[in-house]
């Protein structure tokens, strides 16, 4: 049996979960089955994603509690393991658009995952418009971060329609789970070393911050700080249903702005998510006269190799000027603001919240959490932030699942209580592909956001002086709408076991051609 402790960040996401707050990454991915040789069945897709599966351990652990949470769970083998369990079968409804591929996503993103096996679940999706078939995914943030969860495609994924077949070494483990002794006294040992790590780590910290305050003196832009963002309708106390919607851009449009401007990458996605914000929050008559505030999660695995985990991120607090007509301004705006949070974000240490993380104490985080939640007091405060944005590096070449070549991939992130939107962005093939999920309650028009941001990005060409660059994708995103958004149903997911009720059929998940 190997096991693993998680780390105090891995776990943190674990004890933040509420039954509103899902703490789960996800992924929609659309695919063309007419690469496939033989043609397209759901038995042959099944077989090679079991196949795969053992490749990566992420797939085959499950949680352990440690009794009476006096440490971190651990990871365990799943003596139990059942792929039926993971991987399901879903059809969509005529007409079979990316809306109706979105409704059934937001389905999925709106339940929490079972901790009693392995946190992970896809569903194969037929039905799509042309003939394409889909797959959903969605881990817990305990098991990954967005760059090691673009890793895991690797695994799934070939770099051709025809590999050559792939040699699954299984290890073989005993099928026994610790004992609740073996649980605490590795608990109680760990906990006799806390008092001088975190006087070790509070002296550290100390001289972090005193680093970061001479940065602050020191530079004309500075990053954004927690709760000095504006509260608009988006920061509100989440419900458990989510929206979901899709948008996509011209990565060598965006690299052609940043080369220009002598901004990054970067910079552009945020620009026109802050231009995309702008002219949602217009709508409303709700833009506020300061910058919105956004959490941008920051990869340090190359920086700490030391660190241990699935997850090794950090964050900063990133100003997006939404107050500002003029869109080169704006971006301007944000190239300075980003290099000053880069700048206090290296003074504070990329390892921080890591390590302040490992010493959480779990009955105290996860009741806070909860009591948060219930007493809905993200309604009661200035927002932490207003939303959270990631940008995720993708591969320039074509991937395949079982000969089936992937034509776009939106990745999809949590939201947060009081913070009822997150956009996350991932480049594949020269394009920037844009999943958004909020909250149902808090942003029931998504899609306007989702088709707000190609415009973001033709205002800031426009303004530059810049011929956007002619621009296809194998998608149809538009120009179509969603239907009416129903304002007599719940705000909670369904709860009769069946995730699909308004998106989506299933069909059983026996080996079927």
Known sequence: M?????????????????????????????FDPSTIRGGYSFRRLRTLIAERVPLAPVFHRRLVEVPFRLGHPIWVDDPDFDIDNHLRRAALPSPGGMHELA????????????????????????????????L?????????DGVSGAELLGILFDLEPEPEPIDVAVANTDGRIPSD???????????????????????????????????????TAKAALPLSAPRTSINVAISGRRRVAYAATNLADVKRLKNALGTTVNDVVLAMCTGALRRYLESGDELPEIPLVSVVPVSVSPDVAALTG?????????Q????????????????????????????LGADTLQNWAEHATPNTFALAARLYTRMRLADRHRPIANLVISNVPGPDFPLYLGGAEMLAGFPLG???DGMGLNITIMSY??????????????????WDIAAAVPAALDDLLSAAGIEPEPFDIPLQLGPGTPGPVDADRTDEPSTNGSVLSRAAHTTPVSPVT
């Open 429 to 446: 093939r020269g394009v920037l592909y844009w999943g958004l999920v909020s909250c149902a309650r808090a942003v029931p028009r998504l």
């Open 103 to 134: 409704e059934f996503a937001a389905d999925i993103d709106s339940h929490q995952l079972n901790r009693d096996r392995p946190l992970w679940e896809m569903w194969l999706v037929e039905g799509l418009a042309g003939g394409n078939i889909a």
């Open 414 to 416: 949590p939201v947060m």
């Open 136 to 144: 959903v995914a969605k881990m817990h943030h305990s098991t990954i």
């Open 2 to 30: 190997t096991t693993e402790r998680l780390s105090g960040l891995d776990a943190s996401f674990l004890y933040m979960e509420t039954p509103t707050l899902h703490m789960h990454v996800a992924m929609t991915a659309v």
């Open 181 to 219: 002794f073996e649980l605490v006294s590795q608990a109680l040992v760990l906990r006799t070393t806390r008092p001088i790590e975190i006087t070790r780590m509070a002296w550290r910290t100390g001289q972090a911050i005193l680093g970061v305050r001479r940065v602050r003196q020191n530079e």
């Open 320 to 347: 997006l000027p939404t107050h500002e007509a003029d869109p080169l301004e704006r971006l301007r705006l944000i190239h300075d603001g980003t290099r000053g949070a880069k700048d206090e974000h290296n003074a």
């Open 310 to 318: 699935s997850n090794k991120i950090s964050a900063m607090f990133v």
